[in-house]
């Protein structure tokens, strides 16, 4: 619920495929609009199953 997501408050990475479908995208989209520290990337070319090549650099990223 959103109520517990404004709740967040640690830095989060929400991810989708850019080839995802329109309500993963959507998902993706409100979940980072209502987590107050969170970043919203897109992974161009991916689907909902991520490959670790897209993955792994967009992680390294998040997390340095």
């Given at each position: ?19 995802g ?30 490959s ?13």
């Amino acid at each position: 619920p959103k109520t517990l997501l404004a709740k967040v408050n640690t830095p989060t990475l929400v991810m989708h495929g850019g080839k995802g479908s329109e309500p993963m995208r959507n998902a993706a989209q409100a979940i980072s609009k209502t987590i107050p520290k969170a970043k919203l990337l897109t992974l161009e070319g991916e689907t909902h199953g991520v490959s670790p090549k897209a993955l792994v650099p967009a992680l390294k990223d998040f997390f340095k």
